[in-house]
């Protein structure tokens, strides 16, 4: 008798303890898209942040709101259509795609008095206020942008973009990062700096990048700085960044496998706390 309360006991305690079961919609860009998509990195990854997050955290079930190549903007217009639905926890990973279609940031005040949706701020508000009117009670994550070594799509070379080391229309990244972060603390969010987290710097985007020296035309490594000085063919050149060069990133831009375990760990232990 003794044996089976002490059992009981143990059972009774163990299921105590047992995490709620809580659903996590992830809305963002393509680095949230790709989670499911690794066929479009060439299969540079294995898997995405989400994927690694409940393999960590069994008891969180994820819903993909990944779109491919949006802003905030994007999101904030279709919100009504995405079919977003109530969960416990929601994450928002944009701004990257913002800066980069000089998309105006605009100030805390328009994220305050709602503005609009012509600043990155007034995105934000239209973005957070749904998520509120799914579930008032939600946790709501921020994720800033990461910094952004010389992109070139591994599928189209013509689709490439500078790196986050130069301002697109009078704009840094990093002040797409601190708008989300200034957001965060104004609503008592827990937010993600990936932009300011030391292992995903822009000079650990990449190993390096294989281009054209311009004095011997021969095929080289060049390193950051270094590259962001040498010019990039898309009609003529090899793609530079061949398997042996990828870092923190597997194109310049996305996450590599090591990219998107740093992302995975910051999160990791947010959500461990819900």
Do not use: C
Request: aromatic content about 12%.
């Amino acid at each position: 008798m003794k044996k089976l309360f002490l059992y009981l006991a143990v059972v009774g305690l163990t299921s105590s303890f047992k995490p709620k079961d809580l659903t996590w919609v992830a809305i963002g860009d393509s680095i949230t898209y790709l989670n499911e998509h690794q066929n479009e990195t060439g299969n540079r990854i294995t898997k995405g942040y989400m994927t690694r997050v409940v393999e960590q955290l069994p008891n969180i079930h994820y819903v993909n709101q990944g779109h491919n190549g949006w802003t905030s903007g994007g999101i904030a217009t279709s919100i009504e259509k995405l079919g977003l639905t109530k969960a416990d926890v929601y994450s928002i990973f944009l701004g990257t795609n913002d800066w980069w279609a000089g998309r105006p940031l605009g100030r805390l005040s328009d994220y305050q008095n709602s503005t609009s949706n012509n600043t990155v701020y007034g995105s934000f508000r239209i973005i957070i206020d749904k998520l509120r009117s799914l579930n008032p009670q939600a946790r709501i994550i921020l994720i800033t942008p990461m910094q952004r070594g010389d992109f070139v799509y591994i599928a189209d070379h013509k689709n490439n973009a500078y790196g986050s080391y130069k301002d697109k229309k009078g704009q840094y990244l990093e002040s797409f990062a601190n708008a989300i972060d200034s957001i965060g603390r104004l609503e008592s969010f827990p937010v993600v700096d990936l932009y300011h987290t030391k292992q995903l710097s822009v000079e650990k985007m990449v190993k390096y990048k294989r281009l054209k020296d311009p004095k011997t035309g021969v095929y080289t490594n060049f390193t950051y700085p270094e590259y962001t000085t040498i010019a990039f063919n898309p009609e003529t050149d090899e793609y530079p960044y061949p398997l042996e060069s990828v870092a923190m990133t597997y194109d310049g831009l996305h996450p590599s496998d090591k990219g998107y375990e740093v992302i995975t760990k910051k999160l990791v232990k947010i959500l461990k706390k819900l």
